[in-house]
């Protein structure tokens, strides 16, 4: 062999370890699932536990065989990064299915009617229970129904991706810094060409996770005064307009103290603006982050001004126009109002923004369950309808990132295609097309600077899809690791 490839060659170690990953995605493939109907030690679901006494099989098809009763079931393998993103369960069962990922618990699923479905194997999705090309352990507990005769008939499934980026914008796009802590940031463009910023606001405190609550214990989001708006003229100046909504001046229903994780709590929550053309009037969309005393969790709440500074109008009455989180107002061609919330909830509004015009419908993607399991919005380009998300998704190094997810259609209620993902450290995000033409992205978790606004270009790659541009990205894990170093010096 020339020497010439020879030092071209990688380290024998490199070789080695491509080869055993090689070796086991081969034998992963197959599908080898372990499962016990007798009760196991605590650790069964995690990668340590010795599992060789438990029956095998090869194949979810061969397992739907074997259930007779309760079962406990081990799936031990590994995906790519697009595989374990895309994760689903799908199949039919009745009774209760809990997943766990790597011994941690991810959530349970209930059916009792045994009918077919599809299921996220993670709530947020999986970047804080794995990571891509590693040995990765899927554990069930299966109970069946009372008084139904066991059925479980599922199997855990990578559904296509299409699109995976991975790079990330930095923080040279962050627009505030100091005392200026934002989450959920969203922008709009106003009737007098400016730009209007929003989202969730508070402290350091409030921020990260140091707040005193009733409980004696800290925890984050707890209190904040109302929402905050600033306008700039370039989209990098930014000037404060203080709190155009506070709860005690302007609030109804949303001035109840209600309850967060075991202590009293009244902080609005991830608040949108939008001037909404076919009204010439600026839209608020809010709720408080607690549950209440009626036992009801968030709600939505929109308000209207002449002006982005206010004064603003509670128009949807003294309670909320409908229970969720991370509300999303979008105005179509022809006027009609939309609310979106949480992972991709929508409905048309009546006429007056008051209440709903329709049933509310669920938006979901051709190969996933939702588009993200928070953040919802959408906004629309050429007779495309975008609609986005925040999922929590694993990249390689075992980082994760909050990322935008995003799926297409060119009607509003779908059918949409696959989802992809356009772009990590921009969960949560707003796209929004500037005065010049250009379009842009908000977030709030560039590497080195959470929880301050960021502000950045995206571009629309020849299938359409909404991407980040080549020359605002760069590797995600690089900058990750970047920045981590730079935190400890």
Avoid at 385 to 411: F, P, R
């Amino acid at each position: 062999m020339p020497a010439s490839l020879l030092t071209q060659m990688p380290p024998m170690k490199t070789i080695i370890n491509l080869l055993l990953a090689v070796a086991f995605s081969l034998t992963a493939s197959a599908q080898s699932i372990r499962f016990t109907a007798t009760p196991p030690a605590d650790g069964w679901n995690g990668k340590k536990f010795d599992d060789h006494g438990w029956n095998q099989v090869a194949g979810w098809e061969n397992l739907a065989k074997q259930v007779s009763g309760e079962l406990w079931i081990r799936c031990e393998r590994s995906y790519s990064v697009t595989e374990i993103n895309n994760l689903v369960v799908a199949g039919e069962f009745s009774g209760q299915l809990t997943m766990f990922v790597n011994g941690r618990k991810t959530y349970a699923i209930h059916d009792r009617d045994g009918k077919s479905g599809t299921w996220a194997f993670t709530q947020p999705g999986i970047g804080h229970y794995a990571a891509p090309d590693e040995r990765t352990v899927f554990g069930f507990h299966y109970l069946p129904a009372d008084g139904q005769s066991p059925r479980c008939a599922v199997q855990l499934k990578a559904l296509p991706v299409d699109y995976f980026e991975g790079n990330t914008p930095t923080k040279k796009w962050a627009v505030m810094e100091g005392d200026n802590y934002m989450r959920d940031t969203e922008a709009c463009v106003g009737r007098d060409g400016r730009y209007y910023l929003t989202g969730t606001c508070g402290t350091h405190d409030f921020m990260f996770n140091n707040e005193m609550g009733s409980d004696g214990k800290t925890h984050s989001w707890l209190r904040n005064q109302g929402i905050q708006l600033y306008v700039s003229d370039d989209l990098k100046h930014w000037k404060s307009l203080g709190y155009v909504w506070q709860f005690d001046r302007d609030g109804s229903w949303s001035k109840e103290i209600g309850k967060r994780d075991g202590s009293d709590a009244r902080a609005i929550y991830a608040p949108e603006i939008h001037y909404l053309k076919s009204r010439d009037k600026y839209y608020l969309v809010y709720g408080p982050n607690t549950t209440r005393k009626n036992h009801v969790s968030y709600g939505l709440a929109i308000a209207e001004a002449k002006e982005p500074q206010g004064p603003y109008r509670e128009i949807t009455g003294h309670q909320p126009v409908c229970p969720g989180f991370d509300g999303n107002l979008f105005e179509d061609d022809d006027g009609t109002v939309y609310l979106l919330h949480n992972g991709g909830e929508i409905m048309r509004l009546k006429p007056d923004l008051s209440g709903a015009a329709e049933p509310e419908r669920h938006l979901a993607p051709a190969n996933y369950p939702r588009v993200g399991f928070e953040g919802v919005y959408l906004f629309k380009r050429k007779g495309i309808y975008y609609l986005t998300g925040a999922d929590i998704t694993a990249y390689h190094g075992g980082y994760s990132s909050y990322s935008t997810v995003t799926a297409m259609s060119t009607n509003i209620y779908g059918p949409y295609g696959n989802r992809y993902f356009s772009y990590p450290c921009a969960g949560h995000s707003c796209v929004f097309q500037a005065t010049n033409g250009q379009w842009y992205a908000t977030s709030f978790t560039l590497p080195g600077k959470s929880m301050y606004p960021g502000i950045f270009p995206v571009e629309f790659d020849a299938a359409n899809r909404l991407v980040l541009p080549k020359s605002v990205g760069v590797p995600f894990g690089e900058e990750m690791a970047r920045e981590q170093e730079a935190s400890y010096q």
